[in-house]
Structures are given as C-alpha cells and as structure tokens.
C-alpha cells in the first residue's frame, strides 16, 4: 500500500475523472511549514512537491481501483517555478502497457505549464 | 567529510527541508556520498492515525528524490559556496528522467546517496547515481539536471526568464 506521508499538505481536489484520465487542482498553502525551510526569506515550492501533487493526484484518480504502487519517475521537465498560493491544475492521461500503468500529469498555475510529469506504476498487494 | 555545519554553509535549505546530514567520499567536480537518517519525528509523520501499517508509513518518494538532489547540490557549489539564495545563485530543477524506487525506506533507515557528476555546461549540471541501505539499492537516478541560476533573476524577473533558463 502506498505511504500515507507526504511533504503536501496543501488540499488537493478531485475537479473531473473520466475514463482515460481525471483534473485535481492544489492550492498551494501559503503557510505550509516546509516553506520555513526553502528557502527562509524565498519560499518557493520544491519541484518535488510537484511530483508529489501528480502522484497523489494519480492515487486519488486511478481507473479500476486497487492498490497503485509509484515505480518510477520515468521524466519530468521543470517548465516555471511555483510559489505559495499559486493554484495549481493537474491534468492527468492515463496509458497501460501491461504490467504497468504509466500517468502522463501536465500541472499548470494561472501563468500557464509549470510541468509535465511521466509516473510509472504497478498494481501493488492488497 | 563534510559536517552538518558545512552543509548548511553550502546549501540554503533549512529545516524542515535540509535532507542531508553529512557528506563523505567527496571528489570536487565528479562525485561525493552524502549520508541521511530517515527518523519518524520529520513533519510528514505528523498527525498520523494510529492504524497505519508499515508500508504506509513509507517515506515519501517525492523527498527520496529531494534528499538525492541536495547532495546533489553539494557537489555543485562545494568549490563555490553561497547559501544565501537572496542575493546568490539558487539551484533549480531542470528535469528528472529514469528514477525508479526499488524498496520502501522507513524511519530508522541511514540512506547513503552516491551522486555523480555526468557533466557540467554553462551553469547546467547533469547527475546521476543511486541510494543504498547497506547493500540494498533504494533508488537509482538515470538524470537529474539542474541549473545554477542568479537568485536576482528568480526574484524580480518576469517567470520566462526563468523557465528560458532551465530549458
């Protein structure tokens, strides 16, 4: 089963799921205690957090249900930064070559696409 | 060997996102180890039910790959160091490829990253490596790319400029 820990607390919402993929937006709370950290004096939303905002996403959406286990972040291309407050969109696609099933997340904020996510998974034990 | 101390001179994160606790092994400009304790008392185990089962109370991937970017980041400005992204240069993401997760890590794990230096051109850097339990391989890195950039640019200019640099 996948990990319940997380660096986003930040709220993630379901907007849309269709069969062959799903929207989820974030709100990028300002408050978030990581921000303490990174950086003090120049918050800016780690480029991991935005992976995890496609996984959790991709968790939260996934067709057929069962247990998804995260094998691999196959690419990512970091297009722009992300700051707190921003609100960002998850636009999920989902593609299957058996045994795995790979999301292809494309985020965008309101000044356009900050990243385009490639995850892999496998069905995981129940 | 670089202690915590000469970590926090290199790098700006603080807590709760400084995800290395020391460096050893290190060869300017090609390679390094750095060494993390995975502990249950970091803020993303916080507020948790009391039921969850070992798997999930796995550490995030996400900060796997974080924890591997900051040593990462070490070898990068080890020769020119500048913790103050306020007025120096911050290192950015330009992209990630390949990174598998082979084992779940829990609290009580000491990670051991080996990063290397694939190459280094005009303030892009690209690494590769892995992370091992003991013998067990945790994560391997195909390639992750950063940019060295001006702290001024990311501050003030427009957020193309930013992504110009990146791509």
Redesign the interface.
């Known amino acids: 089963?996948?990990?319940?820990?997380?660096?986003v607390t930040s709220a993630l919402t379901v907007e849309e799921v269709t069969g062959a993929g799903a929207v989820t937006t974030v709100a990028v709370a300002p408050d978030d205690?990581?921000f303490?950290?990174?950086?003090?004096?120049?918050p800016?939303f780690?480029?991991?957090?935005l992976?995890?905002c496609a996984?959790r996403s991709a968790l939260a959406t996934a067709p057929g249900g069962g247990h998804l286990e995260?094998?691999?972040?196959?690419?990512?291309?970091?297009?722009?930064?992300t700051f707190p407050g921003d609100r960002l969109t998850v636009d999920l696609r989902w593609s299957s070559t058996y045994p795995a099933l790979t999301c292809r997340a494309e985020i965008s904020s309101a000044?356009g696409v900050v990243a385009k996510i490639r995850l892999r998974y496998s069905a995981g034990e129940e | 060997m670089l202690s915590t101390a000469e970590i926090r001179a290199l790098l700006?994160?603080?807590?709760?996102?400084?995800l290395i606790d020391a460096v050893t092994d290190l060869v300017p400009g090609r390679s390094l180890t750095a060494v993390t304790a995975i502990s249950a008392n970091e803020?993303?185990?916080a507020g948790?039910?009391d039921d969850?089962?070992g798997?999930?109370?796995?550490?995030?991937?996400?900060?796997l790959?974080?924890s591997w970017?900051q040593a990462a980041g070490v070898l990068a400005t080890v020769d020119a160091p500048n913790p103050d992204?306020?007025t120096g240069r911050?290192m950015?993401?330009?992209?990630?490829?390949?990174?598998?997760?082979h084992r779940?890590v829990l609290p009580g794990d000491v990670l051991h990253h080996r990063v290397r230096l694939q190459r280094s051109v005009g303030g892009t850097l690209v690494f590769d490596g892995r992370s091992v339990l003991g013998d067990a391989v945790v994560m391997t890195v195909g390639r992750i790319t950063m940019a060295l950039r001006p702290?001024g640019e990311?501050?003030s200019g427009p957020?193309?400029a930013?992504?110009g640099a990146?791509?």
């Open positions: 089963m996948p990990t319940v820990c997380s660096p205690p990581l303490a950290g990174h950086f003090p004096g120049f800016i780690p480029g991991v957090c992976v995890e996984h995260l094998e691999a972040i196959e690419s990512v291309r970091f297009l722009e930064p000044g | 700006p994160h603080r807590f709760p996102m400084l803020p993303w185990y948790l039910p969850l089962t798997p999930q109370l796995a550490y995030p991937e996400a900060l790959v974080e970017c992204v306020l911050v950015l993401f330009g992209g990630i490829s390949d990174v598998v997760f779940a702290a990311l501050r957020r193309h930013v992504a990146i791509r």
